[in-house]
């Protein structure tokens, strides 16, 4: 029997993606299928357009609302990527300013119990 591959993700991490994957072809479907409800209403106050207007028309409206979805999640995507670089950088600043901190309370706790020995090593001899 020959080992398994070890090309491509793990299998938890491929199931991951592809539920990923699954998951924004079903969101990106369901919005489809809102601009076409959109596009179909705004054609239905419209009765004089003939079919093709109607149907030149709803695709416009269909690609110009997709469009500016397609914007807005770009928009929110980079906020989000600003946001957790901000947020990495100010998480590792703290994760420095603790270790400083105890580093320096370890420090002190050594240097008070140096002269704490060094006291009672000096009383006893005395």
């Not at 994957?21 to 596009?39: D, I, K």
């Amino acid at each position: 029997m020959t080992p398994p591959s070890r090309k491509g993700p793990a299998p938890g991490r491929q199931s991951g993606t592809l539920a990923h994957e699954v998951e924004s072809y079903l969101l990106v479907e369901a919005e489809r299928a809102q601009a076409r409800r959109e596009a179909e209403a705004l054609c239905a106050k419209l009765p004089w357009l003939t079919t093709a207007q109607a149907d030149d028309l709803a695709r416009h409206y269909m690609d110009q609302r997709l469009g500016l979805t397609c914007q807005a999640l770009q928009a929110i995507a980079d906020r989000a990527k600003r946001l957790r670089g901000e947020y990495e950088a100010r998480y590792a600043a703290l994760r420095r300013t603790l270790l400083r901190r105890h580093a320096a309370c370890a420090c002190l706790l050594c240097g008070v119990f140096t002269a704490t020995a060094a006291v009672l090593a000096h009383s006893l001899r005395t």
